[in-house]
């Protein structure tokens, strides 16, 4: 079974800088695609970036990206120029490919993340 | 856009009733999930379906059984609620197998059982 393990429950910046939050997984599959979820004060889960684990490069997403070690099983995201509406709730998650039925996703516990003004 | 409506934002319900959690999605997804979502816990999969009367246990199904009649509904349903069922449920939908995309994601239900 697949497990993701985020070990910042909270993390707190000042608006514009530069932060980071850690994940890890673990897993046997060779396939297999990565995301990390914003879900802010509305409740709303939303998609911040997704990875797929045959790619060497890291995505970005405007000022997200990520930092993807695959032999580490780490994929950590990277917020530049932190902004007061990324204040939220991130979950890490991870999905295996190609499997028949339903791709799953498996998430971390999540890092409550405030920007502060 | 994709959209997945889950029927009511709050609910308060007595320990022994019965209780459904609706979930419409609007874009033909094969696959629909049904997840809880705890503080430090993170979110766990109750149960899922990938297909019209299909259905499969997640990690945390005890208490809990689904319906899946038509397509664009998904119906969490707790027989008999209890107190230790009060948390935040959220139903998503994703396409297709071997898609490889992300789930869609509805508003989230908090549930307390009192």
């Known amino acids: 079974a697949q497990t993701v393990t ?20 673990d897993t046997s599959e060779s396939n297999y695609y990565l995301f990390w ?6 409740r709303q889960m939303i998609l911040v970036i997704r990875q797929e684990a045959y ?3 890291n995505a970005t997403e405007n000022r997200f990206s990520v930092n993807f070690q695959k032999a580490a ?3 950590s995201l990277k917020i530049s120029d932190s902004q007061l509406g990324d204040t939220a709730m991130y979950f890490c998650a991870f999905m295996k490919g190609r499997v028949q039925g339903a791709q799953k996703l498996v998430f971390g516990q999540g890092t409550r993340l405030t920007i502060n003004p | 856009d994709v959209k997945v409506t889950q029927s009511s934002r709050y609910l308060v319900k007595r320990t022994g009733e019965k209780v459904f959690l609706e ?3 609007d874009m033909d997804h094969e696959n629909m999930f049904w997840y809880r979502q705890d503080p430090g816990l993170g979110l766990r999969l109750i149960y899922f379906s990938y297909d019209v009367k299909m259905k499969e246990k997640g990690d945390i199904p005890e208490g809990y059984s689904v319906s899946r009649e038509k397509k664009e509904r998904f119906s969490l349903i707790l027989e008999s609620a209890s107190t230790n069922q009060t948390s935040m449920y959220l139903c998503a939908s994703s396409p297709g197998q071997y898609m490889n995309t992300e789930a869609f994601f509805g508003q989230g239900t908090r549930l307390t059982v009192v």
């Open chain 1, 73 to 75: 099983k780490s994929f």
């Open chain 1, 55 to 57: 790619k060497q490069q």
């Open chain 1, 37 to 42: 979820y914003k879900q802010p004060p509305s």
């Open chain 1, 6 to 25: 985020q070990s910042q429950p909270e993390m707190s910046v000042q608006e514009a800088e530069t932060v980071t939050l850690s994940c890890t997984y």
């Open chain 2, 23 to 25: 979930c419409v999605q």
